[in-house]
């Protein structure tokens, strides 16, 4: 029998990518979405896919039944990928904004989660892979409501580890750098839902944000943007690896933050930070 899996958020980019290429390789795809349009694309592409929107608990648990109605009760692994970022200074983070981020990136993952663990526990074997970010190991400025939700997804996935230590569940977090998906553009489409036209104090840190996300990509942006193949490379390893890692940077810029994270003191991983953030100006 093939290895079940159950993937959150595959409209494009990484999500997409692994769908395809696990059912490729012989794994049972559950792959969700929030839009028609995509659901049917993957449906054209012989991949089972299933509505979900993280911020609707009710979407979330009769995704799950559906899925166990279709395997018999069992799931052999989860994939929680689904996310996206609203930008913008925290200042100007509203109550709503940050309800809405945190929705969809930390409180429906645990819902989703949690509803799966039972399962795992009963059929004795199972594996957990978050998607997460280098944005919740280190921090950047007008990325707070994305700092923070990647940052409580992390100590969720780390804590989750800790509470099945010896167990045959196994906790794997993914944290990728700069990925060539839709982010940048849906970045962008928030900000123009949110922020574009309020008056703020960082309007000039707006407006060149606002050229950032509509600027083609950069040369040497390119070249330190991995391919949604590469995470899904990593996420392979987690889920067939006797001993999988219980973290996997993903790209050059991940492993480099995380490695300066550990070396240098909050001020110096600042200056590095805005150093490499003037490229967006």
Known sequence: MSTSILITGCSSGIGLCAAQTLQQRGYQVYATARNTADLEMLKNQGIESLFMDMEDPASIQQSVATVLEKTGGTLDALFSNAGYAVPGAVEDLTRAMLRKQ?????????ELTNLILPIMRKQGHGRIILNTSILGVITMPYRGAYNASKFALEAFG???????????IFVSIIAPGPIKTRFRDNAGKSYRETLENKPSVHQSAYQSMQKYFNKETS??????????????????????????????????PAHAFALLRRLLPDKALDWV?????????
């Open 102 to 110: 945190f929705e969809t990136n930390v409180f429906g993952p645990i």
């Open 158 to 168: 780390g804590t989750l580890r800790q509470e099945l230590r010896g167990t045959p």
């Open 273 to 281: 930070v805005a150093q490499t953030l003037r490229g967006e100006k």
């Open 219 to 252: 040369k040497t942006e390119t070249a330190l943007t991995a391919p949604p193949d590469a995470v899904v490379t990593k996420l392979i390893h987690a889920l067939e690896s006797a001993r999988p890692k219980a973290r996997y940077y993903i790209g050059l």
